[in-house]
């Protein structure tokens, strides 16, 4: 039914940037708010931030100031832009939508942060 496809991660060093990209498919996102997640090794998967269908953003504190949700100009993009990087932050970073989220879960992107 839907399906959500996630890409950009990579290997980086404390202190860089990377850029996360996400699309969804299979229904109109547009109402819906989009969300990221991140679920290091060994631990539950956590809300990183999200946007609204009105473009308000709310981020987790470990992460605000330092990471950037946007909507893409293509329906049913969202992009997460994450700067000041840090070891905390490595993970496999997921997307999904709404709340509760879609269980049609990714299979994510994996971000490492090398100290």
């Known amino acids: 039914q839907v399906h959500f496809v996630e890409s950009g991660g990579g290997l980086v060093q404390f202190g860089g940037s990377l850029r996360l990209s996400c699309t969804a498919s299979?229904?109109?996102?547009?109402?819906?708010?989009l969300k990221w997640f991140r679920q290091a090794p060994g631990k539950q998967r956590e809300l990183v931030g999200a946007i609204s269908s009105s473009a308000a953003t709310e981020y987790a504190d470990s992460v605000k100031g330092r990471f950037t949700i946007s909507r893409g100009s293509a329906k049913g993009t969202v992009t997460l832009q994450m700067d000041r990087l840090k070891p905390e932050d490595t993970a496999v970073y997921y997307c999904?939508?709404?709340?509760?989220?879609?269980?049609?879960w990714g299979q994510g992107t994996q971000v490492i942060v090398s100290s």
């Open positions: 999904n939508a709404g709340n509760p989220p879609f269980p049609d």
């Open positions: 299979g229904i109109d996102f547009s109402i819906y708010s």
